[in-house]
């Protein structure tokens, strides 16, 4: 039944597809960056920046990412993106310094190699510790906590803050959060858009406001569209915020460069 709109053939015949083309741009490094800016919600002043992945054709990201998870090619897309930021952020003549958080997949974190690999990365570009942040995402369960602990712990003593992405948007971020020592946390934004008009997503954006605030964790509220949301998001307890109300994803040489 599951298969039975295009059938299996097809369906692994669209996954090969997915994993050639992610090979592909991981071989040839096609990949453009975009940044995002994470505000404080009191001053409006930018905080730092995410980097997010931008196709040469400019397609959703996002079924190649989940195809390198399930083909165990997480760790080297990864590698590839935090190259490519470092390459920018240190590229002569630096007119802008900023601060900027890479996505990390829980296939990364947990393994030595990529961590290893990504100090490498952070030695060979002379990256300061809090100019880059890395926030780990949960689009894949990490297998072994206790191994990824340490890894995370190693790169909070590089100086790089840590931030859990996407808080109570499934259950492996709360426990990334019981876990891992990190410096903030990012609440998932169905929550922060639909705090105004419904009552449960309010009641679990204030719980987990205040599970943070009593594990001394800012926050940042995600998703945030309206002055309404960006008020109701601080008066909560949310000390940063990220949306389209605090501006838009544009490319990397654009805010490098201004």
Same mark, same amino acid.
């Given at each position: ?13 669209? @996954?090969?597809?997915?994993? @050639? ?10 990949? %453009? +960056? ?5 505000? #404080?919600?009191?001053?409006? =002043? ?10 040469? /054709? ?9 195809? @390198? ?7 080297? $897309? ?16 630096? =007119?802008?310094?900023? =601060?900027?958080?890479? %996505? ?8 030595? /190699?990529?961590?290893?690999? #990504?100090?490498?990365? +952070? ?35 590089? *100086? ?6 996407? +808080? *109570? ?8 959060? *019981?876990?891992?020592?990190? /410096? $903030?946390? =990012? ?6 858009? %639909?705090?105004?008009?419904? %009552?449960? /997503?309010?009641?679990? +954006? ?36 990220? *949306? ?15």
């Amino acid at each position: 039944m599951l298969f039975r709109s295009r059938g299996l053939p097809a369906l692994l015949a669209d @996954a090969a597809g997915a994993v @050639a083309k992610l090979r592909e741009i991981i071989r040839e490094r096609r990949i %453009n +960056l975009a940044l995002q800016p994470i505000r #404080l919600l009191d001053s409006l =002043k930018v905080h730092h920046y995410e980097a997010f992945c931008r196709l040469p /054709d400019n397609s959703d990201p996002g079924p190649v990412i989940a195809a @390198a998870e399930q083909a165990a090619l997480a760790p080297e $897309f990864d590698l590839m993106v935090a190259e490519e930021a470092f390459v920018q952020l240190t590229r002569p003549p630096v =007119k802008r310094e900023v =601060k900027v958080a890479i %996505n990390l997949s829980g296939r990364s974190v947990e393994s030595v /190699d990529f961590v290893a690999s #990504l100090e490498d990365l +952070l030695h060979k570009y002379k990256v300061h510790g809090a100019d880059i942040l890395f926030e780990i995402t949960e689009t894949a369960s990490i297998g072994s906590l206790g191994r990824a602990t340490e890894l995370v712990d190693r790169l909070r003593r590089r *100086g790089h803050p840590i931030c859990i992405d996407d +808080l *109570g948007a499934g259950a492996a971020s709360f426990q990334y959060l *019981g876990a891992f020592t990190v /410096d $903030f946390a =990012k609440i998932d934004g169905r929550y922060v858009r %639909n705090a105004a008009t419904d %009552n449960r /997503d309010k009641a679990f +954006l204030v719980a987990m406001i205040g599970l943070c605030r009593n594990l001394g964790i800012p926050v940042i509220a995600e998703s945030i569209e309206t002055a309404d949301q960006s008020k109701a998001a601080h008066a909560l307890g949310a000390t940063l915020g990220q *949306g389209y109300l605090l501006g838009k994803p544009a490319p990397i040489r654009d805010i490098l460069d201004a």
